[in-house]
């Protein structure tokens, strides 16, 4: 199964990706995830990323598409299929991932499209916490961990804080529309309601994934 996570920031992509490659067992790439990575071992990219990301600006799309392309052509794609969650985050990404699915001879077979209306997501993002060991996110009030938490054990992304948040709502607002639409004239996008419990959307989800080829 080859798919994509769409949504605004703090639509649930992470969360609800975690779900998926646990049942379909898919290769989950998440290029928000690949910064992150490259920001905490200082490599030149994550230096680089890091000007970005910390404002809420985009990575420049030649960084972005560099490293998804690099991903995709690994052997372990056409084994397992993938999850790209958080890209293509521009149009441009989107002509570049056309381009490159081609050249390998891969299909994608759906684009799940997470709805949430933008004034819910500043209360996910500020109350989202990450648990150091495992990476495994979690939300202070709206999915905290089952056996409570001692905060030293989790921290907080530094995009989440407020100005980033506003910044980052804006950029994938104006840039999100046209990356849909061009999904939608493919026939490959399934909408799903983002303001429902995490379980409720997954439930969707499923049901949406089982029904493709
Ligand atoms: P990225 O890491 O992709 O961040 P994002 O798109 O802003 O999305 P988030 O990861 O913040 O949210 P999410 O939808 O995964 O929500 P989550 O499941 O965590 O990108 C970060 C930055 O990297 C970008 O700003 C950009 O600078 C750069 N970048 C990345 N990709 C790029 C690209 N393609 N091009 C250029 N630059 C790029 O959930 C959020 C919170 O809500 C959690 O606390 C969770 O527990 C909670 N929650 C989840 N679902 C529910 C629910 N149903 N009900 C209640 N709470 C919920
Ligand atoms: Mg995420």
Not at 48 to 60: S, T, Y
Not at 62 to 76: C, F, K, P, S, Y
Not at 93 to 104: F, I, S, V, Y
Request: glycine fraction near 10%; charge should be negative; hydrophobic fraction near 40%.
């Amino acid at each position: 199964m080859n798919l994509l996570i769409m949504g605004l920031p703090g639509a649930g992509k992470g969360t609800q990706a975690a779900k998926i490659v646990e049942e379909f067992g898919v290769i989950h790439i998440s290029t928000g995830d690949m910064f992150r990575a490259a920001m905490a071992n200082q490599t030149e990219m994550g230096i680089l990323a890091k000007g970005f990301i910390d404002k809420g600006d985009l990575v420049p799309d030649e960084v972005t598409n560099g490293i998804v392309r690099e991903r995709l052509e690994q052997a372990d794609i056409k084994e397992k299929g993938f999850l790209l969650d958080g890209y293509p985050r521009t149009i441009e990404q989107a002509h570049a991932l056309d381009e490159t699915l081609a050249k390998l001879g891969i299909n994608l077979q759906g684009v799940i499209n997470i709805d949430i209306d933008s004034s819910k997501l500043v209360e996910r993002l500020s109350g989202r916490i990450i648990h150091r060991e495992t990476g495994e996110t979690f939300h202070k009030v709206f999915n905290p961990p089952a056996e409570g938490y001692n905060e030293a054990d989790f921290y907080q992304r530094e995009d989440d804080k407020p100005e980033s948040v506003k910044r980052r709502l804006e950029v994938n607002i104006a840039q999100g529309q046209p990356i849909i639409e061009h999904y939608r004239a493919k026939g490959l996008v399934h909408d799903i309601e983002g303001d429902q419990e995490i379980t409720a959307v997954f439930s969707d989800i499923e049901k949406a994934i089982s029904g493709l080829k």
